[in-house]
Each structure stands twice: as C-alpha cells, then as structure tokens.
C-alpha cells in the first residue's frame, strides 16, 4: 500500500534535511547555473584582420596543376600501340605481326569464337551497358546467372560480381579489416592489395615474401603483445593476406601452412587468385583445388576476370555470411556501374569451357609453362628467372644490378625493345615505384599460355638470348646510358641506339 | 546501412539534438514514473528512487556504456571505440543538447530527493547512482577511460 503523502511534511522535511544533502543540492544548483551560462567552446577559427587576408593572398602560389610533369621521352608517354586484336600475335604497326608473351591470357580464352558469340548475343539482348550500380536497376539476369556460375564453380555459397578487378581486391579488404584490425601480409603483394590494406586503415604487418616461419614470429609477437591487453585484443580482429600466384614474383604461396597458421591463430584468409582462376588446379579452380584445401579453410577468395576469363570485372566468392556484407559494404560493388551484361555472358561462357575441358587445358598450360621455365633458366647468365614453372607468370630480373633502379630498367627497356624488333613482344614489369610499400626489383614479365608451340618458345629463347647479349655485354654501352640520358633514343633503345656492337 | 542520406558523415551524432528525441526522453521517463507509482507495493519515496536509479542505469548503458554507431559509417571505424555521448555534436562541448541531457539527471535527483523527504538511505543510492552519469558527462572527461574501464 502506498503510504499518504503530503506536500506539508515533505516541506518540514526539507527543513529538517541534513546540512550535507542541502549542501549537495546546493551544489547541483549552480551546476545547473554553470551549465546555463557556459558558452559553446568557442571553435578554433581565427579571425584574420582585412590586411592579414590580402597579405595571405598576396603569399599563395598556386600549385601547377599537374605536379612534376614527367620528360617528354617518359616512357608511359611513348607507349607502344597495338592495331586489332590482341591476340597471340599482334600487330604493332610495323608491318610483321610478333609473338605476344605480354598479355595475361593464359588460356587464350578471348580467342574462342564461342565466347565472342556469346558475348555478341547478349548485346543484342541487353545492349552495351548496364546503366547503374548493381543495387540501382544495374542489376540483369545475366549478372546474377553468373554470380552463381561462378559460386558453383569454387563449390561456395555465394559469389559477389565487381565490375572492374583492381577494385575488386581493392574494396574487398577494406569491407572487413577497419581503423584498429591487424592484417599481415605478404611484402611482395600486388598493387591492388596494397591500395586495399591502406584504404582499410588498418595495422599493416609485412612478413617476408613467402616466408612461413617469418610469419610465424611476428603471430607470435602479435600473442605476447595480446596478453598484455586482452580487452583489446578482443576488440581486434586479425587477416592474413595472401596471393596465390604472386604478380610481382611469380611464386605460388605455400597455402597448406598458412592455413594451419589460420586456425592456430585465428586469422581471417583472404587469397588473391588473379592469376590461378583457371590455370591451377585438377580442375582449375585455382590454389585450394591445386593443394586439395576444403574451401571452408579460406573465409574469402577475390579474384578478376581480366586475366583467364579474358573479360573485365572480379569476383570474391566464399560463405553467404561473409559475401553478402560486400553488398553494402563493397565500395566498388555499391558505387560502380555493374559490369556490362555482355561481358558478364562471356565469363559465363568462359566457365563453361573451363568446367568441361578445364582439367585438360591447365595441363597443356602446365607443360608450355614448364617448357617456357627451362628455356628462360638456360638463358645467359646475366639474368635470372623467378618464380615457379608451372606459374604462367614469369620475371626476368639482372643477376647483377647496376646499383640503380632507373639504370636497370633502362637495360631491361632496352631488351624489350630489341626482343621486339626480333619477333618477341614482351613488357617491362609496370610499377609505380613511389606508391610501393615493397619495392620490387625492376624485371621483364613474361606470361605464358597454353597454345605457345615449341617452335615458339625456341624463337623466344634466340631472341631473348641474342638481345640480352647485346644488350649486356657491351660496357660502353651501359656506359653511354649512363652519361647520355637526356637523349630519347639512347635512353629508351629505340633501334638506332640498339645498334651499337 | 551507409551513412551519408540525412547529409551527416554520423548520424550519431545529431539525432539527439532534434526536439522530438528530447520529448521522447521525457515522455519515457514520465511513463516509467507513472508506472511504478501505479505498482501498489510500492511507496511513493520508493517509486522515486526507483525512477531516479532505473532512469540513471539506462542513461548510463546507452551514453557511456555501449560504443560504436548502429550505422555503418565511411569514416572506417573511428567512432567504433567512441561512447554515445562521445559523438553527440562531433564531439563539440556545451552545446545545448549536452546541457539537456546533464540537467536531466539533476533535476531529477534534486526531485527525488524532496519526494523521499530527504531520507538518507535512499539519499545514497540516488547520490551513487547520480555520480556514475554525471562525472562522464564532465568536459574533462571526454575521451577519458578512468581506471582503464570499458576501454575497448
């Protein structure tokens, strides 16, 4: 029963309080005095005088609008022009079509008449583009068709479709890792990678490329390091980032250890399988079909369709749980016109030749790539070939470098070059050398595909030799560049200056 | 969800501030009390301290407990380790809506106290639980993990 209350005895009551309760009351009271008249904390702007302005004014040097603009002999300004087709061999308009060992197409899937068949029949349908992002009307039958094409084809629940690859990798790793997550990652990652653990804000750790026990030492430190802060170490969540076949290296990573570093240590895996959709594995689904790996072991995999699917776009593929955050969250997914309906059509065309004929093209490319390996390793000794044979992707690095990274990709430019003129088009490894967190040594990538015939890699070993001799060889020739590099000719080869002997 | 449709980089930090969630919060704290008046159990200096302390935990659990935006923002997890309270304003002290929601708690104590015709046993419960939403509401303690609690 609720007793009788009364405003009387509660006002006697008062009278009769405790000094200390009238006290603290009392106190309350200008707080909330305090509070009233307290200004707003005045922001940090300062107030400049009408003189101090144009003084300031009158100071600004306005910035050019393209900082430092390279030579007119930069390299990326006197690119190399390809008329047609890029296919096996391409025309670079100097009459005789050479051999193309440039391109990522490993499989030389964009040759198929069917796929381009495809693709033709879906413009019909669709048309050229899809008109928006996939969460605003960018979204075709063909899209999803292929989403879950490619899901089957890895054996995952679900698979999520970019429309450009580069973005792919670079907005998957940031949908998950934030501001106060670690990710260790291989030091020899690509550039999307790296573009991706930055935009994530994250604490980046670099183990050395390849380098299992490495890793393993700084997971450890990592464990010292939570047991100091346990509540912290809650609140933080851990990835590994792997390539499977690394663009910079050519290295297939040493995925079975690093999954039991996964579960010993509770990390999140992410595989970067740009290269091996398609070229590893019994049935080219790539590094976990190559090491028999259950796909529950890796929580994403990403990939593009630029390389063996010879179309544009990427795809993560993993659990519904994990994939379907990207569709919020993915910024590349969310804010990017989807992929065009009929380049999606070709991917699904694509996976149809790789799920009925796959087993017996990656072997073809195994051999060619093994033959390629052998070939590249006999070279003279002046360069080096890294990565693994089966790998499609291949460098060629100086065994002794000049001390300077410009001098020596002016020697490999000047390879490139000569290889050209002899039949051969091959391509200096593209870095933006500023922008790396691992610089790597400069190199001539070399890929291989499945359709490369003896004849074919005998011609490229002749002419790589022969250029690598004249190019290396000659003392003063290296020295010319070294003195002389404000001339074009001399510093970017081109085949007056080859000549020299 | 991404934040960024109401033209707020949090949205957080603002919705606080509309006039509607401030009746709202009086209106909840009023039906509280008139509940547990309507309770016949319970006296009315009891119903007092009750909705003093009941209304003093939540302040507590929703302002400086729980941390982090339902929201998912751009800014790639900075508010994740940042109290309620924390983000109202972008953080700026003094602002009108930091002044609402400090007076609340103290009117509300000065209230009870009269009601429970200064009692001492329920003076300390109502002072306790007073002091645990007041002190993080301080200026000086913006950011501030006294004693490393709730830190992450």
């Known amino acids: ?501 | 969800m991404l934040s960024g449709g109401h033209g707020e980089e949090n949205p957080n930090s603002s919705w606080h501030s509309s006039r509607g969630a401030w009746l709202s919060y009086l209106a909840g704290l009023l039906a509280l009390h008139l509940f547990l008046l309507s309770i016949p159990m319970i006296s009315i200096p009891t119903a007092w301290t009750l909705t003093n302390v009941i209304h003093n935990m939540a302040n507590y659990l929703f302002l400086h407990q729980i941390k982090g935006t339902p929201w998912e923002l751009s800014d790639q997890g900075k508010a994740r380790l940042m109290t309620a309270w924390e983000q109202i304003d972008y953080g700026q002290q003094f602002t009108t809506t930091r002044k609402f929601i400090t007076i609340i708690p103290i009117v509300l104590f000065i209230l009870t106290s009269f009601y429970t015709k200064y009692d001492f046993n329920h003076f300390a419960v109502n002072l306790a639980t007073l002091l645990l939403v007041l002190i993080p509401k301080l200026p000086q303690f913006h950011m501030v993990r006294l004693f490393g609690i709730n830190k992450y």
């Open chain 1, 1 to 501: 029963m609720a007793s009788q209350w009364n405003v009387y005895e509660s006002f006697q009551a008062l009278l009769q309080a405790g000094p200390y309760h009238l006290a603290f009351e009392g106190v309350l009271i200008l707080c909330i005095i305090w509070l009233f008249t307290a200004k707003k904390k005045p922001s940090k702007l300062i107030r400049l005088t009408k003189k101090e302005e144009e003084e300031l004014i009158a100071e600004w040097m306005p910035e050019p609008l393209v900082p430092n603009p390279p030579d007119e002999d930069h390299p990326a300004l006197n690119t190399r022009t390809v008329y047609g087709k890029v296919g096996r061999y391409i025309d670079l308009g100097k009459g005789e079509k050479v051999l193309n060992l440039g391109t990522h197409s490993y499989l030389n899937l964009g040759d198929r008449p069917e796929v381009e068949e495809s693709a033709l029949e879906c413009l019909h349908q669709y048309g050229v583009g899809s008109c928006g992002p996939r969460g605003f009307y960018g979204t075709t039958q063909v899209h999803l068709e292929l989403e879950d094409r490619i899901a089957a084809f890895f054996n995952c629940e679900m698979s999520v479709l970019y429309s450009y690859g580069f973005s792919t990798i670079a907005s998957a790793i940031p949908a998950y890792s934030k501001n106060g997550d670690i990710i260790f990652a291989d030091e020899m990652v690509n550039f999307p990678i790296q573009r991706g653990l930055q935009a994530s804000r994250s604490r980046i750790v670099y183990f050395r490329h390849n380098d299992v026990e490495h890793l393993e030492e700084l997971l450890k430190q990592q464990v010292e390091l939570d047991k100091r802060d346990p509540k912290k170490a809650n609140a933080t969540r851990k990835f590994m980032v792997v390539e499977s076949i690394y663009m910079n290296t050519g290295m297939i990573c040493p995925l079975p250890d690093l999954v039991k570093l996964r579960k010993k240590y509770k990390l999140r895996l992410f595989i970067d399988e740009s290269i091996s959709f398609g070229t590893l594995g019994e049935n080219c689904r790539g590094i976990t079909d190559y090491f028999n790996i259950p796909m529950d072991e890796v929580d994403m995999i990403m990939g593009t369709l630029e390389a063996t699917a010879a179309s544009t776009g990427g795809f993560c593929v993993g659990t519904k749980f994990v994939i379907d955050h990207q569709r919020l969250s993915g910024l590349g997914y969310c804010f990017s016109a989807s992929l065009p309906p009929m380049l999606a059509a070709s991917v699904i065309k694509v996976i149809d030749i790789l799920e009925t004929e796959g087993p017996a093209l990656v072997q073809e490319l195994h051999d060619k790539c093994r033959q390629l390996h052998v070939a590249l390793s006999t070279l003279p000794d002046k360069v080096n070939v890294s990565g693994d044979d089966i790998s499609p992707v291949k460098h060629l690095r100086l065994t002794e470098s000049t001390g300077n990274r410009c001098q020596d990709e002016v020697l490999l430019q000047r390879i490139v070059d000569k290889a050209e003129d002899l039949g051969v088009a091959i391509t200096l490894a593209a870095y933006l050398w500023d922008k790396e967190a691992n610089p790597p040594p400069p190199s001539i990538r070399i890929t291989a595909n499945k359709d490369l015939t003896k004849e074919e890699i005998s011609k490229t070993f002749k002419v790589l030799e022969k250029s690598i001799n004249e190019v290396l060889t000659k003392p003063e020739s290296k020295y010319e560049v070294l003195t002389k590099p404000e001339s074009k000719n001399e510093v970017f080869g081109k085949p007056e200056s080859t000549k020299l002997d």
